[in-house]
């Protein structure tokens, strides 16, 4: 199995569905600001995708930051 992980506005589910592809979960929103869900395609691939839905700084959501 292999996994791939993309970026989309918005997240196709309708049409990965009409293709049989599999959504496992329903696209979630997070409160970091994104949107993410996953679908195994026909071939047994899985597809992680993300859409952000808000721009904002970790101390926003409960988040930190790390000194580099």
Same mark, same amino acid.
């Given at each position: 199995m292999r996994s791939w992980s993309v970026w989309m506005?918005? $997240?196709p589910t309708?049409? /990965?569905r009409e293709s049989g592809a599999r959504i %496992?979960?329903?696209p979630t929103d +997070?409160? +970091?600001? *994104?949107r993410q869900c996953s679908a195994m395609d026909l /071939?047994?691939?899985r597809w992680c995708c993300t859409?952000? $839905?808000a721009d904002?700084?970790?101390w926003q959501w409960g988040g930190t930051s790390? *000194? %580099?």
């Open positions: 506005m918005p $997240i309708t049409r /990965a %496992l979960p329903e +997070y409160p +970091y600001g *994104e /071939a047994g691939h859409q952000s $839905i904002l700084a970790p790390a *000194e %580099l």
